[in-house]
């Protein structure tokens, strides 16, 4: 018990007085470890504590905390041996002589939260949260009480208490970068609104340097991080940041610096349209284009650049979600289409505006109506969207080619570049993940809908009888 009390008091993540932690970062950082330490400690101390110890899937559960020379059988072995604590292998829990109970648990479906329905969880801990849905996370959240258990002396106060671990990356990425890295500084303690639980939340960065048993042990692990041989991925598990998906689609291409532009105005000559994908309980997204001609333009800075004849600008949004990664706001569809009118007009641009692609559910008849007859009450109108077999990657390999063809000095081919207003792009597309199970498309449970939306205006004059053309712009 002397290692773990030290583990346990050295730490910043179990000794904070936030009580909804997000202790996440670069790999390496021993996270789990101190899951497995901290659990140990609070249920030896502490007589009926219940610990719930989550992993997406099974397999990963039993790996990462069952197996190896730091897993549960290896850091309780003096306790079983003298008769503290029993691990119980066919029921997936540990329990302590004073009635208190570790339990490993996994979630891999988003029907599975409702095994826990009647569960009283003390102390939740989600290991790998950006592998997890928000959706199951704010159940289990849920599920997080006292009940019947009561603390006195240090221990008041101090429970419920949630502690997640994350890298950078996943299919949860979005939401948990948003629900705790971009809402206030590392370290800083706030409590949040009833809507998103009351708790008081804090993000701890996770760092390599966190853990010098592993640097101690494995010296060239930080070396075997660093030759990655991608740029951005050492940055995500190095470094722990959070602007980078390891292993996503577009992080070899991408670059905030050279991809995100000032607004400026759009010459008279250059064309504007708009590209929209529908959604009411997802969000749906409404993009604004200006598509080059090759003549010059005036900078925010004033100074005139010119572009490939065909470089696409995204220079405004509309995201329809409620506030929530991944929610949409239900409007109706006459509701949208009157927003766009009423932000095209705010933006000077209503008579520039061309129709645009749509998703082409849009143009589906039930009972005589569809949403693109809805909207056409407000005067706008759509083109469906070009949705043959082979598209969908064709246009994630488009918008590859976009962003590449930006890092060139000079730009020689046709870009994609990114006004800075379009917020919620910067917040989604960059950040988006490969298929596991093929990785040239996006994880479809991702927040994808504004990267459809802009691969549907990609795609809009690249295809001939149904096959896409991706020889050039």
Same mark, same amino acid.
């Given at each position: 018990?002397?290692?773990?009390?030290?583990?346990y008091?050295?730490?910043?993540?179990l000794?904070s007085?936030?009580?909804?932690i997000?202790?996440g970062?670069?790999?390496?950082?021993?996270k789990?470890h101190?899951m497995?330490?901290?659990?140990i400690?609070?249920c030896m101390?502490?007589?009926n504590l219940? $610990?719930y110890?989550?992993?997406?899937?099974?397999?990963?559960?039993?790996? +990462?905390?069952?197996?190896g020379?730091t897993?549960f059988?290896?850091m309780?072995?003096?306790?079983?041996d003298?008769?503290?604590c029993?691990?119980?292998l066919?029921?997936?829990?540990?329990?302590f002589?004073?009635?208190?109970?570790?339990?490993?648990?996994?979630c891999q479906h988003?029907?599975?939260?409702?095994?826990?329905?009647?569960a009283?969880i003390? $102390?939740l801990?989600?290991?790998?949260?950006?592998?997890?849905t928000e959706?199951?996370?704010?159940?289990?959240r849920g599920r997080?009480?006292?009940g019947g258990l009561?603390?006195?002396?240090e221990?008041?106060?101090?429970?419920?208490r =949630?502690?997640?671990?994350?890298?950078p990356?996943g299919?949860?990425?979005?939401?948990?970068?948003?629900?705790?890295i971009?809402?206030?500084p590392?370290y800083?303690?706030?409590?949040?609104?009833k809507?998103?639980g009351?708790m008081?939340?804090?993000?701890i960065p996770?760092?390599?340097?966190?853990n010098?048993?592993?640097t101690?042990n494995d010296?060239?692990?930080?070396?075997?991080?660093?030759?990655?041989?991608?740029?951005?991925l050492v940055?995500?598990m190095?470094?722990?940041?959070?602007d980078?998906v390891a292993?996503?689609?577009f992080?070899?291409v991408?670059?905030?610096?050279?991809h995100i532009?000032?607004?400026?105005?759009?010459?008279a000559?250059w064309?504007?349209?708009r590209s929209?994908d529908w959604?009411?309980?997802?969000p749906f997204s409404?993009g604004?284009?200006?598509e080059?001609?090759?003549?010059?333009?005036?900078m925010?800075?004033?100074t005139v650049?010119s572009?490939?004849?065909g470089?696409?600008?995204?220079?405004a949004e509309?995201y329809g979600?409620?506030?929530?990664?991944n929610?949409?706001?239900?409007l109706?569809?006459?509701?949208?289409?009157?927003?766009?009118?009423?932000?095209?007009n705010?933006?000077?641009?209503?008579?520039?505006?061309e129709?645009?692609p749509?998703?082409s559910?849009i143009?589906?008849n039930?009972?005589g109506h569809c949403?693109?007859d809805?909207?056409l $009450?407000? +005067? $706008?109108?759509?083109?469906?969207a070009n949705?043959a077999p082979?598209?969908?990657k064709?246009?994630?390999?488009?918008?590859?080619?976009?962003?590449?063809?930006?890092l060139?000095?000079?730009?020689?081919?046709?870009?994609?570049?990114?006004?800075e207003?379009?917020v919620?792009f910067i917040?989604t597309?960059p950040?988006l993940t490969r298929l596991?199970r093929?990785p040239d498309?996006?994880?479809?449970?991702?927040e994808d809908?504004i990267?459809?939306?802009?691969r549907?205006?990609?795609?809009?004059?690249?295809?001939?009888?149904?096959?896409?053309q =991706?020889t050039?712009w």
């Open positions: 018990m002397i290692d773990i009390d030290l583990q008091k050295q730490s910043k993540a000794i007085n936030a009580t909804e997000l202790y970062g670069a790999a390496g950082g021993g789990s101190l497995r330490a901290a659990a400690y609070w101390s502490i007589p219940q $610990v110890i989550f992993r997406r899937k099974f397999p990963d559960l039993w790996k +990462n905390h069952m197996e020379p897993s059988p290896q309780l072995a003096e306790l079983v003298a008769g503290y029993k691990i119980n066919s029921k997936n829990y540990i329990e002589y004073n009635g208190a109970k570790i339990l490993l648990c996994h988003e029907k599975d939260r409702f095994d826990y329905q009647g009283e003390h $102390v801990m989600v290991d790998e949260l950006t592998t997890f959706t199951i996370y704010r159940y289990l997080v009480r006292l009561k603390l006195d002396g221990w008041d106060g101090f429970f419920p =949630i502690i997640n671990s994350a890298n990356g299919v949860g990425h979005n939401w948990v970068k948003q629900t705790w971009d809402i206030q590392p800083q303690i706030a409590r949040v609104t809507a998103e009351g008081l939340r804090q993000f996770a760092l390599l340097e966190d010098p048993a592993l101690k010296p060239e692990y930080e070396d075997r991080l660093e030759g990655l041989g991608n740029e951005a940055s995500a190095r470094h722990g940041d959070w980078i292993g996503g689609m992080d070899d991408w670059q905030r610096e050279r532009i000032r607004p400026f105005a759009v010459p000559s064309r504007i349209d929209f959604g009411s309980s997802k409404v604004w284009w200006a080059s001609d090759g003549t010059n333009a005036t925010h800075d004033g650049r572009f490939p004849r470089t696409l600008f995204r220079i509309w979600w409620n506030g929530k990664a929610e949409g706001s239900k109706l569809a006459r509701e949208i289409a009157e927003g766009i009118v009423q932000r095209e705010a933006m000077g641009i209503y008579y520039r505006v129709p645009g749509a998703d559910s143009f589906t039930e009972d949403i693109a809805e909207m $009450v407000y +005067n $706008v109108m759509w083109e469906p949705k082979g598209t969908r064709s246009g994630w390999e488009l918008m590859r080619r976009g962003f590449k063809a930006t060139q000095s000079p730009m020689e081919s046709p870009g994609l570049i990114i006004f207003n379009c919620q917040r597309v950040t596991e093929d498309d996006i994880d479809t449970t991702s809908h990267a459809d939306e802009t549907y205006r990609l795609l809009q004059n690249y295809h001939e009888e149904g096959t896409v =991706i050039g």
